[in-house]
């Protein structure tokens, strides 16, 4: 394969991160507004926001993972 192997690793990788990034920024952001709309719902919004930020991280460990594979294929 060569070096193309290792461009799907870091594209894998770099693709994950800037996903993410947004994601966590657009949670954490919807979170805070709530938070300043209704003050008293404060736990059940945080608790639901660290469910979300993580699954959103997810998804780069995925990418980390692939781009191993991509590079142990090479």
Do not use: D, H, Y
Request: hydrophobic share 60%; charged share 10%.
């Amino acid at each position: 394969m060569g070096p193309l192997a290792f461009i799907a690793a870091a594209i894998a990788v770099g693709l994950g991160a800037f996903g993410a990034g947004i994601g966590n920024g657009m949670i954490i952001s919807k979170t805070v507004e709530g938070i300043a709309r209704q003050p008293e719902a404060k736990s059940t919004l945080q608790t639901t926001m660290f469910i979300g930020v993580g699954l959103v991280e997810a998804i780069p460990i995925i990418g980390v993972v692939l781009a191993f594979l991509f590079w142990a294929a090479a």
